[in-house]
């Protein structure tokens, strides 16, 4: 509910005057009606709006061109929702009192929220004779032409501003907005070059240039501004990556990367925009080895430049992981950890890692450690639970499945990692039947994108003795991108 009134305002204003009338000799009757005016904004005051009209009602019977009471009722009834009823009150309020701008402002407000507009565009008009200082209302107006769709008024009010206080950044920027709004890039171009010739020391105004240029698929003018920027700062770091974004470049990301190099090793370009930089880069690793040499390159420098910042070490280690480097993987994220150890998905990653080595016994140290400090998340447990099943220590496993389970809740990708676990728990036990059960709802909450349900399926086929569908299956683990070294070496073997 939209509240109009001006409740403080109006109460001591009518108190003073109510004091003032009883010492002037006012009739009883007038003092009455002031008193009743009084306890009506008493009650729009703690929110009754409906027992608040009542009493006003009741005086408008008795004093109904009063402008005053004619605004308090316009607002009570806007705080009502009921806009009709606000609107007659607004204009009795203006017709007597035309010059006051807390009425008309009302009004011009009534008439944009009922979206008569053409009533709202006199009422702002009205508002800027009575204020021509006040930039609020232009913007009020523009968007009241906008609504109506005439865009060229729009632009025209803010001219007409212009005209009165001079250019100015914020003029500037709003009529930006509505140039943009309405498609009008030439004009948005025009406007932002105006405020680079204006303030030619504020970066901002290349860059918002800049990035429009771009945004519009002008990479050449993009780049001439970008190149304006680097001859008054030479060493601007999001001009120079800029720069290096060349359409061209895309055709050579290895090159990329490299010539990223020195503005890695700037001591201008702050950390956490190198590492943005770089994360596209180091998810793509493994599908694109190739870029290994030069990220490789990137993470020892960013390290020997922040030796004591965990979240660039997490970025090496990710980089030596997605490369199939675990022991150098292990060794960053170990260093990772002893900087900052309330980051999950390290010690995720971590647990994973030596789990990939072969190293079980630290796999399950590690998950207990998480544990402790994460005894929400699923992943620690059904981790821990992975490692006691491939070192055979089973006694515990279907306790911390169960806890795994339960933390899980509903989220479905947990849920199919602790089936996949429960199915290599029944596999190692040579319950193949409920092996299946387990990876048959695995697959089914999993859609069948896990690839590590669909090698487990491979896992059992080769157990029951089928090795040509196990190689299927762990073909198709393959594709859907998995990464295990394991996986590899069953399919050159062609069995487990």
Known sequence: MKIYHLVFTF?????????????????????????????????????KY??????LKDI???????????????????????????????????????????????????????NQMTEAVRALDRLIVLQPEETKYYDLLARAHLRTGNYNKAITTFDQLETLLGFSEEIALRKVDILDENGKSKEVIKVLKKLVAMYPETMRYRYNLASYYKNQGND?????????????????????????DNPDNLKDEKGYLSALQPLIESDKIPMDKKILEMIPYVERLGSEPELGVPLLKIGKTLVQLHPNEAK????????????????????????TITLNDNVYTVWEQLIIAYGQKGDYTTMATRSEDAMDLFPNKASAYYLYASAKISSSQLDEVVDYLQDAQMIAGKDLYHKANVENQRARLAMKQNRYDAAAKHLSISIEWSMGQDPQSVELLGDLASLKGDNVKAIEYWKQAEKLGYLNPNLAAKIAKGSL
């Not at 010492?23 to 703690?46: H, P, R, Y």
């Not at 409906?50 to 009493?55: G, P, Q």
């Not at 606000?86 to 008439?111: D, E, M, Q, R, T």
């Open 11 to 47: 109460l001591l204003s009518i108190s003073i005057t109510a004091q003032k009338n009883v010492n002037n000799g006012w009739t009883e009757e007038k003092v009455t009606l002031e008193q009743s005016f009084m306890d009506a904004n008493i009650q729009i005051m703690v929110g």
């Open 50 to 55: 409906d027992v608040a009209i009542k009493i």
């Open 60 to 114: 408008y019977k008795k004093d109904s061109r009063n402008p005053g009471l004619n605004f308090q009722m316009a607002q009570v009834y806007g705080s009502l929702n009921d806009l009709p009823s606000a609107i007659k009150h607004g204009k009795k309020a203006v017709n007597g009192s035309p010059n006051n701008v807390f009425y008309n402002l009302l009004l011009g407000n009534l008439y944009l929220e009922s």
């Open 220 to 244: 050449k003018d993009a780049r001439k501004v970008y190149r304006e920027i680097l001859q008054l700062d030479p060493e601007d770091a999001s001009a120079n990556l800029a720069m290096l």
């Open 312 to 335: 660039v070490h997490a970025m090496y280690a990710d980089i030596f992981n997605g490369l199939g480097n675990i022991d150098k993987a292990i060794e960053q994220y170990e260093k």
